[in-house]
Nanobody, 123 residues
């Protein structure tokens, strides 16, 4: 079975940093595109960042651009989301998702999802 397991969430102060991890199993990781999403209570799920099949293929949505960095380690079947300069507005459950790459696009349609990890930023 395909599994995506997020970790690294927690409680941090405004301006702090966290690194989220997404470990993928059950599919060919090197041929998978990965996205990070987040959802706060009562709000729609929104995209955060996408990565293609290499670390040169990345995309960030405007709220996090310049503060978050997505990367992948194919030897570990893991995608990371390094978050810096965290703000209370970043508080949400963060999910990673996997799908087939659609080159030259960075983001794609995602078929598999993790359970999420909670990020809380206090003011």
């Amino acid at each position: 079975e395909v599994q995506l397991v997020e970790s690294g969430g927690g409680l941090v102060q405004t301006g702090g940093s966290l690194r989220l991890s997404c470990v993928v199993s059950g599919l060919t990781f090197d041929d998978s595109a990965i996205g990070w999403f987040r959802q706060a209570p009562g709000k729609e799920r929104e995209g955060v960042s996408c990565i293609g099949t290499t670390n040169e293929m990345t995309y960030y949505t405007e709220p996090v651009r310049g503060r978050f960095t997505i990367s992948r380690d194919n030897e570990k079947n893991t995608v990371y989301l390094q978050m810096t300069g965290l703000e209370p507005e970043d508080t949400a459950v963060y999910y990673c998702a996997a799908g087939k790459p659609l080159p030259p696009r960075v983001c794609t349609f995602y078929d598999y999802w993790g359970q999420g990890t909670q990020v809380t930023v206090s003011s």
